[in-house]
């Protein structure tokens, strides 16, 4: 009997497994790896990054910068309302499989009294934002000195099989050149 309940729940889980879309599956890997950034769980979240990223900056120098950058305690950030905004159907190119991801997220920067920016008039600093986002974009919260920037990102998701293991890219317009190096113009060329 408990060996029918075992086979019956593999079943199912192996159904609702193969069941899934492969945007859906892209959807909850990407989540799952934006999870880990919020987790400050920058060692795992790489792992959801090609390893070509890894030629254009070591993997020990990513995750340096993700450190610092987002476990300053002068300046906390954390993200919320992370959304998948679209996502497209993969395709296979050169025997990779990719698809575009649009996500939005709003970025919270709090400057602390310790932070050299916290002697930076708190109207500049909101109008350096307001000029990077747009002035829609952002929202200061004088109580706790509080920034939230609402943006949204392109991402590239590649996977071998088309199925599983989704890779995931930020498709910064500064980096947009070296990810040619691993990115099709094909994919590129759709931003």
């Given at each position: 009997?408990?060996?029918q309940?075992?086979i ?28 880990n ?10 792992g ?14 990513l995750?340096?910068?993700?450190e ?24 296979l ?11 939005s997220t ?16 708190s109207?500049?600093?909101l ?17 706790d ?18 199925k ?21 113009d ?6």
């Amino acid at each position: 009997m408990k060996k029918q309940i075992l086979i019956l729940i593999l079943l199912i889980t192996s159904i609702s497994v193969h069941s899934q879309t492969a945007t859906e599956r892209i959807k909850n890997e990407f989540l799952a790896y934006f999870e880990n950034i919020i987790n400050h769980d920058f060692n795992k979240s790489l792992g959801y990054m090609p390893k070509e990223m890894f030629d254009i900056t070591p993997r020990a120098s990513l995750l340096e910068t993700m450190e610092s950058a987002l476990n300053n305690p002068q300046m906390p950030l954390s993200f919320k309302d992370v959304k998948v905004i679209s996502i497209d159907e993969p395709i296979l190119v050169e025997e990779k499989h990719y698809s575009l991801l649009k996500y939005s997220t709003v970025l919270s920067i709090t400057v602390k009294p310790s932070s050299p920016l916290a002697n930076v008039d708190s109207t500049k600093l909101l109008n350096v934002y307001k000029e990077t986002y747009s002035e829609e974009n952002v929202k200061f919260f004088a109580e706790d000195n509080r920034y939230d920037i609402y943006y949204e990102k392109n991402v590239c998701a590649i996977s071998l099989n088309g199925k599983t293991d989704w890779k995931f890219v930020e498709l910064e317009p500064t980096i947009l050149e070296l990810l040619k190096e691993f990115i099709p113009d094909q994919i590129l060329n759709k931003l």
